[in-house]
Nanobody
Framework: QVHLAESGGGLVQPGGSLRLSCAAS????????MRWYRQAPGKERELVAT???????NYADSVKGRFTISRDNAKNTAYLQMNSLKPEDTAVYYC??????????????WGQGTRVTVSS
């Protein structure tokens, strides 16, 4: 069983920064792709950023140049550094990891979500 714990959300003014973290724990052999999604009120969940096991990254056009995804494999943790935040970045942010368990089975695991509010 694998658990993802997110942290780092909160209220920030436009133009400000936040750093989200997502740490995995449990019966983990390794973690392949790590992703961050977000869901704004009344909207569908959207993919924000992806980092592969080889550290290749991809971003939604709406966050390119402002957000940076990174990972620390020793800590089974992904980060999302968010700079130059805009009101339209307001959403609940979710992490998603493709985890290979100690049984060698692969699972898609989700965090519980952390709320980010960008407002003056």
């Amino acid at each position: 069983q694998v658990h993802l714990a997110e942290s780092g959300g909160g209220l920030v003014q436009p133009g400000g920064s936040l750093r989200l973290s997502c740490a995995a724990s449990g019966s983990i052999f390794s973690i392949n792709t790590m992703r961050w999604y977000r869901q704004a009120p009344g909207k569908e969940r959207e993919l924000v950023a992806t980092i592969s096991s080889g550290d290749s990254t991809n971003y939604a056009d709406s966050v390119k140049g402002r957000f940076t995804i990174s990972r620390d494999n020793a800590k089974n943790t992904a980060y999302l550094q968010m700079n130059s935040l805009k009101p339209e970045d307001t959403a609940v942010y979710y992490c998603n990891f493709m985890v290979i368990a100690t049984s060698r089975a692969q699972y898609s695991n989700w965090g519980q979500g952390t709320r980010v509010t960008v407002s003056s």
